[in-house]
């Protein structure tokens, strides 16, 4: 399960087996992730299937629910600090008042049931996702960012919800397929309906989208590989830069599709610069999401490292003017002449002050950057169309 979790929420967010370190040295839960103003409380058991279900209720589900509970009422309630460790981190004091958003999932990796438990709810009345190791490896393969991951389990929740007097034909793994094959989401038909009574039947569903989408999902997969290089540069890229969790905590925010977006677009713009001129200098600025990405391009004549930043930055800040600082965080990235990425930088709208604005029109000025601005609408399906 860890090594799961790894993959698709980068390590740098997941502690396994987190224990009180200066308190009781206790393992607090099977596998804690913290991110940004979220935790993920998870809580895996190994269950043998007997065929008895009362048994796996009892053995499983309740007693993994009764640890997470634990686990909660540990981190967010104990009368004092409580520190942790990451294992490639020192010890480290849990912010409990950062968290806003709190998710607890029970896992069962041991034999599967016949009859499949969606949710529990713990003895206070907060919700419990259970999930079996088929489900989860499943999802972390579609659903490999933090992003997507809790989309899913906050519109699962919802479905669930409505589905209270339904009588649905089905299992876990449907239920992920019509996830999947309505772009992120589930039928406002289903989320709307009033009906007193409704039959959902989603038997063979993801049998079917397997198959209808085998295809359009290989494209995908195909068009995400430069995004999941692009994930581990950023990775090896924070370990060494003062700023580095800032900018990876916001980069990581990001689902799949979007950084799949981001990488294609720098995938692109390499491709358009990399025969210019030893003088050439090129820029582009996308925006995905609430993030606003700077390219700029430098040949090996124009590659001194105090020019680069200076550029880069005020590329950066005149770009986010041009679009009335619609996104709040900036991400420029210099590329030098053998098409590699060179310098990182990264900018909160916070940290653009007025002196910095009336420096970086001095640049452009000095420059002349800027006097002809083309600007161009780009659509791309999540699952491409097969050819």
């Not at 224990?19 to 393992?27: L, N, P, Q, S, V």
């Not at 993801?206 to 359009?216: L, V």
């Not at 930055?313 to 996104?327: H, V």
């Not at 709208?349 to 161009?376: C, M, R, S």
Request: aromatic share 12%; net charge neutral; with cysteine.
């Amino acid at each position: 399960m860890n090594n799961l979790a790894f993959k698709s929420f980068f390590k740098y967010w997941c502690y396994p087996n987190p224990i009180d370190e200066k308190g009781d040295r206790k393992e607090i839960c099977d596998l804690l992730v913290l991110f940004k103003d979220i935790c993920v409380i998870i809580s895996v058991k190994n269950y043998k299937n007997t065929g008895n279900f009362d048994r796996y209720i009892r053995k499983t589900v309740k007693k993994s629910v009764s640890q997470i509970s634990g686990a909660e009422r540990k981190l967010f309630q104990l009368n004092r600090s409580l520190y942790i460790k990451h294992p490639d981190k020192s010890i480290e004091k849990f912010e409990k008042n950062k968290y806003n958003s709190i998710y607890r999932i029970t896992i069962n990796v041991g034999d599967a049931t016949d009859i499949q438990l969606l949710e529990a709810k713990t003895k206070s009345g907060k919700y419990v996702t259970v999930l079996d190791r088929e489900v989860f490896e499943t999802a972390m393969e579609y659903l490999d960012t933090i992003a997507d991951f809790i989309n899913y389990l906050e519109k699962r929740e919802e479905l669930l919800g409505k589905l209270a007097n339904t009588l649905m034909f089905g299992k876990e793994k449907d239920i992920l397929a019509l996830f999947l094959e309505n772009q992120g989401s589930f039928p406002q038909g289903i989320l709307e309906n009033d009906a007193e009574f409704m039959v959902l039947d989603l038997e063979n569903k993801w049998d079917n989208f397997s198959s209808e989408f085998k295809e359009r999902i290989k494209k995908k997969k195909k068009e995400e590989l430069a995004s999941r290089a692009f994930d581990k540069h950023i990775e090896t890229w924070l370990s060494g830069v003062d700023n580095g969790p800032e900018l990876a905590r916001e980069f990581l925010s990001l689902n799949r599709f979007q950084r799949r977006l981001m990488s294609n677009g720098l995938s692109e713009f390499i491709e358009m610069n990399k025969n210019r001129g030893s003088n050439a200098i090129g820029r582009r600025y996308f925006a995905v999401d609430n993030f606003g990405i700077s390219f700029l391009f430098h040949g090996k004549d124009v590659s001194e490292e105090n020019f680069v930043m200076i550029a880069l930055q005020s590329i950066m800040i005149k770009s986010a003017q041009l679009r009335n600082y619609g996104e709040e965080h900036l991400l420029g990235l210099s590329i030098n002449s053998q098409g590699n990425i060179w310098k990182i930088l990264y900018l909160n709208l916070n940290q653009i002050t007025p002196e910095a604005e009336k420096y970086t029109e001095d640049i452009i000025k000095h420059f002349g950057w800027f006097k002809e601005v083309k600007k161009k609408l780009v659509k791309v399906q999540e699952y491409p169309d097969e050819d």
